[in-house]
């Protein structure tokens, strides 16, 4: 077996060992990876979400597979010191040493830090690292809660390219001031030309970050106890921190140390087969100078890997610096930037054709060949929605006029017209070509394209031309809901509604076959829960239900259940709370509080649900629709009621919202917040519809989640008063009750559509559709019709009757149920290894 060693847990020296992984079927090479950093590897293009709510675990590449897999063995937090490329042997700092067959140096790079004095001060950060950002937190929320300090903390980021204005941001989510500083005349000068760049500054500072371009920072000092950074004009700033992210430098020092050539500036030089020239020593990623040229994406860091798994295994894989994709899209709050292809023009004899509107806030700009007919590139600036369209068109012949490529109300380009060869996945390096040989290969939704190819897993940009694709190779895809219905459940919507049908069984006697199944049956009844906002137990209702709305409660793994009472906005008294103490206390209930700002209470017995909701309804209270399809909660921070940060009334909105929205059976549930400001505590976009308070009004954002893949949500519009915000959400949830398919959340249903997120404000905010009136309409209807569940259960003895745990036996609790006490609370009882685990519910009648 020979033995790989792998310097570097980056981004690419991960994907180097996933990808020897899936290709060395033989398992004839052992891996060893040494990291400096503690960590695992994680995402490091989306480094900035970890302050707007992702987690290290969220960021994480790598998973539990690679993790036991016997042939790779990784010591993080051990850097490599030296290389012996005669012994063929490095050793670490640790004082660990190891041989090697095949070296790979995956170092990455380091952020450059201009040499001025005071750079090093404490306060001084940069840019680049899970714990660099850790540092950036304390240190933000040490200056927040500073008792001597009046007016915002404010931060000095030095550097006004891709990287600097991404952590202007999050110094923004912090709830500092950033100010930028770029010596170039203005900002993202590598991406972006001087028509972009000047839209591009109004846009930033529209966001709250101040731009200073045409000056650097030529020192950083103390002042009573903050920095202050001195700019090369004079002018003097005051700064709770200075953030260097002035662009980086390729970590190719242990190249340099064992006599590797470098390239000229900087980087370990390496051949078109990603190789030093030492035969056993390879270098891939950002460290590397691929034939004399280092890269600072993620894009041909992959490409190289892939090479080089491909080499070490015996391929012939090679790599051209033409074939890169050096296109960016940046990920910046509200101001949309992409650059592709030659975006400065460079190409002899190239044209520039610009639509700059300033009022609309959009600047595009594509560049053609001297004859008009093949794209070169392009810059956005305001609306880079045509992005993921235009990029593969890069090296082509142009399908149409290229300024109505560019124009509001242009056409879109057409996939059809690519050639093979186009990159429709630039992060993965992902052609057209594969992607229609998956798809010939049996690969006949997103998800399955995403899974077999990779493309559109990094950014996601490409995302909805993968879709575009699917559909001109013909895939028709089944929309079918199941055996018993060949309709959608969007398309059942439409037929419900408009036969104003009542029943399931109406509905399947004359649009489908048999007497359904539990895929049709729940959402049969979600819909006419939806439209008609009667209870879901009765009658012919009750027996479409699944698991947890037949009993209005979560059942649990030991078959008790989970009681949870609405608790709006997380808002509750201390005469609330007490009640739901004794109930706890008294039905012997282990009480949690729940992300969602309220208490669950597990371990209720069946038949004790009835008694529990009586005094919960009584004190107030009503069902949270824990258990259903419907809306949970909206979470809410304490706003201008308590914080003083706050710039609106954040509790009173969402308890507001809550008590709009609550009951609405819908596709899958839905979760929201609402935050005070800009700070973000209740974390609000990683919520379905989640609400940030600004000083003008509001800002709603849509289709984010938490869960299997999380997911940021979109800012749909701003700064809107509380009536247009509460019309808008009325709308995009109406739109997407009806328009959905069965156990769709609202980002993959935004993903799904044709034009998604444009197409979503089109129609709820334009009346693009002209159905806006309908959507309104029917949320008033439920807002009208809306009750309680459990008082209705409560109310009415034939549904009380289903409350038991034997229908041949009411009054005997189920003997199985047992519980042990852990940290003065119940918990179920470990198992008996002989002891049935239990898996449905009780037989109950359906009426
Ligand atoms: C905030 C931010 C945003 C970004 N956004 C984008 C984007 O939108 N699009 C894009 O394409 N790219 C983006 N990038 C760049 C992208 O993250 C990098 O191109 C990518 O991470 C490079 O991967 P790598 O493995 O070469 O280097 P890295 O991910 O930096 O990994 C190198 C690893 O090697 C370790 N190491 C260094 N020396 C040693 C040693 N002697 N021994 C052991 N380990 C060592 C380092 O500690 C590090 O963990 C962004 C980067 C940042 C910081
Ligand atoms: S207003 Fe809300 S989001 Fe802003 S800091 Fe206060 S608690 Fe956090």
Redesign the pocket.
């Known amino acids: 077996m020979s033995r790989l060693v792998v ?7 991960h994907r180097l060992v996933a990808a020897m992984r899936d290709r060395d079927t033989a398992g004839d090479w052992e891996i060893t990876v ?4 503690t960590r695992r590897a994680y995402d ?2 989306a ?2 979400s970890y302050v707007d709510g992702r987690s290290e675990e969220e960021l994480r590449l790598d998973d539990d597979e690679l993790r036991g897999d016997p042939l790779v063995t990784y010591h993080l937090g051990d ?2 010191a030296t290389v012996d490329r005669d012994a063929r042997r490095v050793a670490t700092a640790s004082g660990r040493t190891l041989t090697y067959d095949a070296l790979v140096l ?4 380091y952020p450059f830090v201009p040499p001025v004095p005071g750079k090093d001060l404490p306060g001084c950060f940069v ?2 690292t899970l714990d660099d950002l850790d540092a950036i937190k304390a240190a933000a929320a040490a200056a927040a809660d500073d008792p001597g300090r009046r007016g915002r903390p404010s931060a000095i980021v030095v550097g006004g390219g ?2 600097g204005l ?1 952590a202007a941001r999050a110094m923004r989510l912090l709830g500092l001031s950033p100010q930028v500083v770029e010596i170039a005349p203005r900002l993202m000068p590598v991406q972006v030309d001087a028509g972009g760049g000047a839209l591009l500054e109004r846009l930033v500072t529209a966001q709250g970050i101040a731009v200073r371009t045409g000056v650097s920072l030529a020192a950083v000092s103390t002042d009573r106890g903050r920095l202050v950074g001195t700019l090369s004009d004079g002018v003097e700033l005051d700064a709770d921190l200075v953030v260097f992210s002035a662009g980086i430098r390729a ?1 190719d020092q ?1 190249a340099r140390d064992c006599g590797l050539p470098v390239g000229e500036r900087g980087g370990v030089w390496v051949d078109d087969r990603c190789r030093t020239r030492d035969d056993a020593v390879w270098a891939i ?3 590397a100078a691929l034939e004399g040229r280092t890269y ?4 041909p ?1 992959y490409a190289m890997a892939e090479v080089v798994a491909d080499r070490l295994l015996g391929g012939e894989a090679r790599m051209t610096p033409e074939e890169l994709d050096m296109s ?1 899209q940046l ?1 910046l709050l509200g101001v949309d930037v992409a650059s592709f292809g030659d975006a400065h023009a460079v190409t002899e004899g190239a044209l520039e054709i610009v639509v700059n509107d300033p009022v609309e806030g959009t600047y595009s700009k594509l560049v053609v060949s001297d004859d008009a007919s093949t794209l070169l590139g392009g810059v956005l600036v305001g609306d880079a929605s045509r992005y993921g369209a235009l990029r593969p068109l890069v090296g082509s012949r142009l399908p149409d006029d290229p300024v109505t490529l560019i124009s509001k109300g242009g056409a879109e380009p057409d996939a059809s017209a690519l050639p093979d060869s186009a990159q429709i996945c630039s ?1 993965n390096a992902v052609t057209k070509g594969t992607l229609c040989a998956a798809i010939a290969d049996g690969a006949h939704t997103v998800p399955e394209l995403k899974a077999c190819t990779r493309a559109g897993t990094t ?1 996601g940009s490409c995302v909805p031309a993968l879709a575009r694709i699917l559909a001109q190779q013909g895939v028709e895809v089944s929309k079918a809901l199941c055996d018993h219905f060949d309709h959608s459940r969007a398309e059942l919507f439409e037929i419900v509604a408009g036969a104003r049908i009542t029943s399931f069984s109406a509905l399947i006697s004359r649009y489908g076959r048999g007497s359904g199944c539990d895929i049709c049956k729940p959402v049969v009844g979600s819909i006419l829960a939806t439209l008609y906002n009667e209870h879901v137990l009765d009658g012919e209702r009750a027996t479409l239900q699944d698991t947890n709305d037949h009993f209005l409660a979560n059942m649990q793994r030991n078959g008790t259940y989970s009681v949870v009472p609405r608790i709006a906005g997380g808002e509750v008294t201390p005469e609330g709370l007490i009640v739901i103490g004794e109930v706890a206390r008294d039905y012997g209930l282990y009480t949690k509080i729940t992300g969602g700002q309220r208490i669950d209470m597990f371990g209720a017995r069946v038949e004790d649900l009835p008694a529990i909701w009586r005094r919960l309804v009584d004190a107030g209270f009503e069902s949270g629709h824990a258990y259903g399809k419907s809306l949970r909660t909206v979470k809410s921070c304490v706003g201008t009621t308590w914080c003083r940060y706050g710039v609106q009334d954040s509790v009173g909105l969402a308890v507001e919202l809550e008590l709009r929205y609550r009951g609405l059976r819908s596709p899958h549930k839905l979760k929201s917040g609402v935050s005070g400001c800009a700070r973000e505590c209740a974390e609000a976009r990683s919520k379905d519809f989640g609400v940030i308070a600004t000083e003008h009004g509001w800002n709603l954002y849509v289709g984010g989640n938490g869960g299997f893949t999380p997911r940021h949500a979109e800012l749909l519009v701003s700064d809107v008063d509380t009536a247009t915000l509460v019309r808008t959400i009325d709308r995009f949830l109406m739109f997407y009750v009806r328009t959905a398919e069965r156990l769709q959340r609202t980002a993959p249903w935004i993903e799904a559509m044709e034009g998604g997120l444009d197409h979503l404000r089109a129609v709820i905010v334009d009346d693009s559709l002209g159905i806006c009136g309908e959507l309104d309409a029917a949320m008033a209807r439920h807002v009208d019709s809306y009750a309680d569940e459990w008082a209705g259960v409560l109310a009415d003895p034939q549904k009380l009757e289903r409350f038991v745990s034997f229908v041949n036996a009411p009054d005997t609790p189920d003997p199985t149920v047992r519980f042990v006490e852990e940290r003065g609370q119940n918990v179920p009882a470990p198992g008996r290894p002989d002891e049935p685990v239990l898996i449905g519910l009780p037989e109950v009648s359906s009426r």
């Open positions: 310097v570097g847990n980056g981004m690419v020296g040494l990291g400096e950093e490091r293009v480094l900035s850097a490599v995956a170092t990455g790079s840019y680049r891709l990287l991404e970590s242990l990623g950002e460290c600072g994406l993620v894009a860091g960016t990920k992060c950014c």
